[in-house]
């Protein structure tokens, strides 16, 4: 009898170490990185007012040193909102914090470690968003900062000068989709090498790993754009934009440009800076439409959006 039960002890510790076993690998699995296809991730739902109801997947943003604004303080398994934002292929995912969000060209892939939202449209199909975090992106910045038009919209042919590894650029290939085109070039080979592994799985990157100052050295990979969109964070900033319209941009085109005053010059107050950098557009034929601060997401820095060799209003009849 004895023996028996010592038995029965043994199997009900096994069976129970079996259990703890199985719930600590349901509570990594609600963690991973990777978008698991079932009813816990993926939720077919839409609220009354026809806003998709999703589930934050949440990703650890192992790239980021600044830990909790990966992904603005989303948590795995919470549900969320996603609304459709004013700028035209970036969504606004409503949780207990709002944030900025891009539809995922690629699903089940992250970029950056970035979070991830995943629902069931209407037909049943699985749609990704991506949270889009500004305090590691200029132009995700610009857009909390108020800027009018971003002048990237799903289409859109753009021309991004200092693509870096590939973040923002990753997030205008969301926005501008399988029609459009995102040229990125980045002059780092080290950086350079991250953008390629970028472009490899989304066919609407162009990576080019040159100079930005010399553009006839990759003008026959370029084509006509529609915006050029540019955070080279160099002294001589507004020549190289201009350098690139020339053989690029279309007349009626938008220039995008992240201006870190310190870059330029050290010595002076940054609103000189930036009014600077204004006058160098407007000598090169670009006419100033908007202008906005960076606060609280990057110190001294602005993003000026100009309207280069605009069409001239016919006179009124």
């Known amino acids: 009898m004895v023996a028996a039960a010592a038995a029965s002890k043994a199997v009900e510790e096994v069976l129970v170490t079996k259990v703890e076993e199985e719930d600590l690998e349901t509570e990594v699995e609600e963690e991973a990185s990777v978008i698991e296809e079932d009813a816990a991730v993926s939720v077919d739902a839409v609220d009354r007012e026809g806003h998709h109801v999703g589930v934050v997947v949440h990703v650890e943003d192992e790239a980021s040193p600044r830990g909790g604004r990966g992904g603005g303080g989303m948590k795995g398994g919470k549900k969320v909102i996603i609304e459709p934002h004013r700028y035209e292929g970036v969504f606004i995912v409503k949780g207990k914090e709002d944030a900025l969000a891009t539809r995922n060209l690629v699903v089940g892939e992250s970029v950056y470690g970035e979070k991830r939202v995943s629902v069931d449209d209407e037909t049943g199909t699985s749609v990704e968003y991506r949270i889009w975090n500004p305090f590691r992106s200029k132009l995700a910045a610009a857009m909390m900062g108020g800027l009018g038009h971003v002048h990237i919209t799903p289409g859109t042919k753009l021309l991004y000068?200092?693509?870096?590894?590939?973040?923002?650029?990753?997030?205008?290939?969301?926005?501008?989709?399988?029609?459009?085109?995102?040229?990125?070039?980045?002059?780092?080979?080290?950086?350079?090498?991250?953008l390629l592994n970028v472009a490899k799985k989304r066919p609407n990157i162009i990576p080019i790993v040159e100079d930005a100052r010399h553009p006839h050295k990759y003008r026959m990979l370029v084509g006509m754009v529609d915006t050029i969109f540019s955070d080279v964070a160099q002294p001589d900033q507004a020549r190289i934009v201009a350098l690139n319209a020339r053989y690029f941009l279309k007349n009626g085109g938008h220039a995008v440009i992240s201006i870190k005053a310190n870059c330029v010059d050290s010595t002076a107050e940054p609103e000189a800076v930036f009014a600077g950098e204004v006058n160098k557009l407007k000598e090169e034929k670009f006419k100033p439409r908007e202008q906005v601060t960076l606060e609280p997401y990057e110190r001294d820095h602005a993003v000026v959006v100009a309207e280069y060799r605009p069409k001239k209003k016919s006179a009124a009849s």
């Open 161 to 194: 000068l200092g693509a870096a590894s590939g973040t923002t650029v990753s997030h205008c290939s969301d926005i501008v989709g399988p029609e459009g085109l995102v040229y990125a070039v980045e002059f780092s080979p080290r950086s350079g090498r991250d």
